[in-house]
């Protein structure tokens, strides 16, 4: 097998080059304190939601975020969900990452250097701090408290327009994720654990019952109940509970080999196998229980390997594992990369006997669903990046000069490299792949284009998946390759995940808190439309009492079985609302009185 790529650490995070073995890679409560504009009051909003499967057709169509992307204007969620199309393109969103904790000497060390959120973390559970890793497998302490929930955004910077405050417990791209569901109250937002840089101590974490118990406890204090450590004024009990729906497990890789892992990361080629497939049974049964408890539905997912080796070491093909896991991402891109100075395709549908050791898409689908892994529970990884060749000829599989600088190029940044496309079909005329070629620079990038992203689709949909994954959306800030995907999920034959696709009346604004709203306009927040009744500005549509914004729609609502009455909306004789299952008609004009009793202003039927 190839070395892996001497690229950066952190450019490995967001494309990794390591063949076959590495991710490129509305709640109950959600915390959003509006600074308000001009002179309305500062409003704590919480949710009431509790969201269940999002589908689209019946198909997932999931995102990964790394979350240091949300500190570049040009690809933070504001800039992806109220300017690029993802908001109501994906059914997932999978922040990445978190980290699990190394050993007590580690812990030790990064207290006495100052590193701040470490305070009574123990070894080997998940934690939040602001420590920077030294190097490529000294991560042990690293994190990204800063962005996470720390660093305050400016209105200007804002998804929904609202400054952070100094008051406020969540800020950073934590917050961000709080308003991006308001905007998108279906999204199903889970936290991704690992991933290359970040998978160094799960073999220690998952390696005895007591750890397992101490980890998963861990997770779910910190990124479910919401418990971050207290940094800058920033985090504390609670400052983030009901943000996160679940979780996705990020393990690179378990059992593994060493060519599979990141340098210093702990592995146990005997008993990792065992000791994972027992941690998610431990995490699902405390997920379980928790549902029971409050009626939310949480979700496992996981990012799955390419590799034979890799799937067979680490069990991610034991159908006992599945019984725990809501679906997985496969890893459909990194099949070939610049580790190698011969072009070729990261992500083929056809394996080729001649090239690559015969691995593509095929191949890997086929290793999961061979071995008794139901095809809904899988999705098929599409890549927002290309990998890229220098000093290259306009044929795959032919010797370069190397990779170009960094390996890789995001989707957006593609756009303007002269490329020309070529779509590779078979002799049947099935389609396989895309490379782009650029005759003057001479660079050859392997790539998922919107092409790509449609007959993959196609071929996953064939294949009885149960939707596609994109790594990462921060490489598409327009949204183009997830719209591109999503629309192909809604042209197919309805799918095979339970959960209807459900409106966000997209087609109204986003609420701003930055915009002057006069009589008239109309607006969408927490799954409703609103309408000002007279001038508005900063104010939060169904915040407050007497507010300039009357509820329209119910967007969540069959329009057949008509709106509920809602307490801010101003009816007029002859209007007709769904109260308490009874349908009532306004007898004169009338806000905030409710239907029924005596002299009511409503008329039953």
């Known amino acids: ?58 198909y997932r169509n999931v995102g990964y975020y790394g979350q240091w992307m949300a500190n570049d204007a040009a690809t933070s969620l504001k800039t992806l969900f109220t300017e690029g199309a993802h908001s109501g393109t994906l059914t997932h969103l999978n922040y990445s990452f978190g980290n699990v904790a190394g050993s007590q000497e580690a812990l030790d060390t990064a207290r006495a250097a100052g590193v701040q959120g470490l305070d009574g973390v123990k070894p080997y559970t998940c934690f939040i701090s602001d420590g920077v890793a030294a190097g490529a497998g000294q991560t042990e302490t690293a994190g990204e408290a800063k962005t996470d929930f720390v660093r305050a955004y400016t209105a200007e910077e804002s998804v929904l327009g609202i400054a952070d405050t100094k008051q406020q417990k969540l800020a950073g791209a934590m917050n961000q994720v709080a308003q991006l569901k308001r905007i998108n109250p279906d999204l199903r937002v889970l936290v991704s654990l690992g991933g290359w840089s970040w998978s160094k101590s ?53 059992g593994a080999p060493d060519w599979a892992q990141e340098v210093g990361n702990a592995v146990d080629p005997v008993n990792d196998r065992a000791n994972f497939l027992a941690f998610v049974q431990e995490l699902r049964a405390a997920l379980d229980a928790r549902e029971a408890d409050t009626g939310r539905e949480y979700e496992i997912s996981a990012f799955l390997p390419a590799s034979p080796g890799v799937i067979t070491a680490g069990g991610w093909n034991d159908p006992e594992l599945w019984e725990n896991l809501d679906f997985g991402n496969l890893q459909g891109y990194d099949l070939w990369g610049t580790w190698d100075p011969r072009t070729g395709h ?25 071995a008794g892994i139901p095809a809904a529970k899988l999705n098929l990884g599409l890549a927002a990046y290309g990998q890229g060749w220098r000093d290259a000829d306009p044929q795959p599989w032919q010797q370069s000069g190397g990779g170009i600088t960094g390996g890789t190029r995001t989707w957006d940044q593609l756009q303007s490299a002269g490329l020309s496309y070529t779509h590779e079909r078979t002799a049947d005329g099935a389609f396989n792949a895309t490379y782009g070629y650029n005759a003057e620079t001479r660079e050859w990038f392997s790539l998922d284009d919107p092409t790509a992203v449609t007959e993959k689709t196609k071929w996953a949909i064939a294949q009885g998946l149960g939707g ?25 034959t309805p799918g095979p995940v339970a959960g209807a696709e459900k409106t966000v009346c997209a087609a109204t604004p986003i609420w701003n808190a930055r915009t002057t709203y006069g009589a008239g306009d109309r607006v969408t927040l927490d799954g409703k439309v609103f309408e000002a009744l007279w001038y508005a500005k900063g104010t939060m549509p169904g915040a ?21 009455w809602f307490a801010d909306h101003v009816y007029e004789a002859g209007d007709v609302v769904v109260y308490d299952g009874v349908r009532y008609t306004a007898r004169w004009w009338t806000r905030g009185d409710a239907p029924g009793g005596k002299h009511s202003p409503w008329a039953a039927g």
């Open 202 to 254: 799960f073999s220690k974490a998952v390696a005895t019952p007591e750890s397992r118990t101490a980890l998963v406890q861990s997770c779910i204090d910190i990124y479910l109940d919401g418990n971050l450590p207290v940094i800058d004024g920033r985090g504390g009990p609670g400052a983030a509970a009901g943000l996160f729906d679940g979780f996705d497990l990020d393990w690179e890789w378990p």
């Open 468 to 492: 596609v994954d994109y790594w990462q959306i921060a490489g598409d800030a327009k949204g183009e390759l997830s719209q591109t995907g999503a629309d192909a999920l809604r042209a197919a």
């Open 346 to 370: 990261q992500g083929n549908v056809y394996g080729d006997p001649e090239h690559n050791w015969g691995l593509g898409l095929d191949t890997i689908v086929a290793t999961y669903k061979n």
């Open 1 to 58: 097998m190839p070395p892996a790529s001497d690229a950066a650490v952190r450019r490995r995070r967001l494309a990794p080059a390591v063949i076959l073995g590495s991710l490129a890679l509305a709640a109950t409560a959600l915390p959003v304190t509006a600074a308000a504009a001009d002179d309305a009051p500062e409003v704590s909003v919480t949710s009431d939601t509790v969201p269940g499967t999002t589908t689209i057709n019946g």
């Open 544 to 564: 407050m009492k007497n507010s300039p914004w009357q509820t329209e729609v119910d967007c969540a609502v069959d329009p057949a079985a008509g709106q509920p």
